[in-house]
C-alpha cells in the first residue's frame, strides 16, 4: 500500500471514528438523561451504544496505526499514548493522544463495571465529555485543514453534540412538579 493510501485511510478512519464517536457520546446521553428510555427501548439504546463504541474502537485502531506507518509526518508510537510528545504538530497529536487515554479510563471502567461503586462510575465517565471535545478539536485543527467537507462533519458532530448536551441540561426529572411540591412542604 503506498504512502498516499495510508494518508487518505487515516482521514477517512479519523473522520469515521469521529463521527461514531458523536453518536455513542450522544446515545450516552439519552441513557443516562433524566429522560431516559424505559424497557425493551433502553436495552435497544444501550445495544446500539455498546456496537457502535466497539465500531468506533476499530476505526480508531486504523485512523492511529495508518498514521503512524503513513511515515509522510514523524508521528512515533510512544504519541499513541503519552501526550504531547510528538515531534509533529505537538498539541493537536497531544489532543488526539489525550482523547485516546480518556478512551482507554473508560473502556476499562465500563468493563469493571459491575465492580466499581455506581456513583464513581458516573464520575469517571464524565469524562466523556471531555474526552469528545479533544477529539473534534484534534480533528478540527488536525486534520481537515485543506478539505471543507471534512470540517464540515467535524463541525456538524460538534452542533449535534452541542444540541444533546443542551438536551442533556435542561431535560428535567418526569417527576418534577412532585419533588418541587415535597420540598415547598413544612416538616414538622
Known sequence: MSGQAFWFLSRATG????VLLTVVVCLGMVTAGRRRPHGESATVVMGVHRWLSLGMLVFLAVH??????DGYVPIGWLAVVLPFSSPYQTLLVGLGTVA???LVVLMVTSY????????????IHWTSYAMWLAALAHGFAMGTSDQPGLRLTTIACGTVGGLFVAWRLVASHADRERRQEINAQEWT
Open 15 to 18: 473522520v469515521v471514528s469521529v
Open 64 to 69: 492511529i496505526v495508518t498514521a503512524i506507518v
Open 100 to 102: 485516546v487515554d480518556l
Open 112 to 123: 469493571l463495571r459491575h465492580r466499581i461503586p455506581e456513583r464513581r462510575w458516573r464520575i
